[in-house]
C-alpha cells in the first residue's frame, strides 16, 4: 500500500507561485502514473495534471497551462506541482495520487487512481 502526503501549500497573493511536493512512501512509484487534482468548495474533484510512470508524457487541464509544470524524482519518490501566476479561482484542496496499475501513459479518469494523499490548501488572494 502506497502512502502520499502532499505539503507547500498556503497562502499567496495572485501572481504568486507555490511549489507542491508529494512524497510517496510504502511503495516505489516509478511505474505508477501520478496525478495532482484539486477541489474546491461545493465542486468535483478534478483533474488539473497528470504524469506517467518516466515522465516522458504529461497532461494539464486548458486552465492552467503554461502556468502549473507537473514534475517527478522516482529516486526520491515524490511528484512535485511548480505553479505561477496564481490565480483566485486556483484556490482549492490539492490532492495528488497514483494510478498503481501500470500503463504507458497517464490516466485521465479519476476512478483509476487508487491511492490519494490528504490533500494541502492553496489559497490565492486577488
Known amino acids: 500500500q502506497v502512502q502520499l502526503v502532499e505539503s507547500g501549500g498556503g497562502l499567496v497573493q495572485a501572481g504568486g507561485s507555490l511549489r507542491l511536493s508529494c512524497v510517496a512512501s510504502?511503495?516505489?512509484?516509478?511505474?505508477?502514473?501520478m496525478g495532482w487534482f484539486r477541489q474546491a468548495p461545493e465542486k468535483e474533484r478534478d483533474l488539473v495534471a497528470a504524469i506517467n510512470w518516466d515522465g516522458s508524457n504529461s497532461y494539464y487541464v486548458d486552465s492552467v497551462k503554461g502556468r502549473f509544470t507537473i514534475s517527478r524524482d522516482n529516486v526520491k519518490n515524490t511528484l512535485y506541482l511548480e505553479m505561477t501566476s496564481l490565480k483566485p479561482e486556483d484556490t482549492a484542496v490539492y490532492y495528488c495520487?497514483?494510478?498503481?496499475?501500470?500503463?504507458?501513459?497517464?490516466?485521465?479518469?479519476?476512478?483509476?487512481?487508487?491511492?490519494w494523499g490528504q490533500g494541502t490548501q492553496v489559497t490565492v488572494s486577488s
Open positions: 510504502g511503495r516505489i512509484i516509478a511505474t505508477y502514473g
Open positions: 495520487a497514483a494510478d498503481v496499475n501500470w500503463k504507458p501513459t497517464y490516466s485521465g479518469y479519476r476512478e483509476e487512481y487508487a491511492a
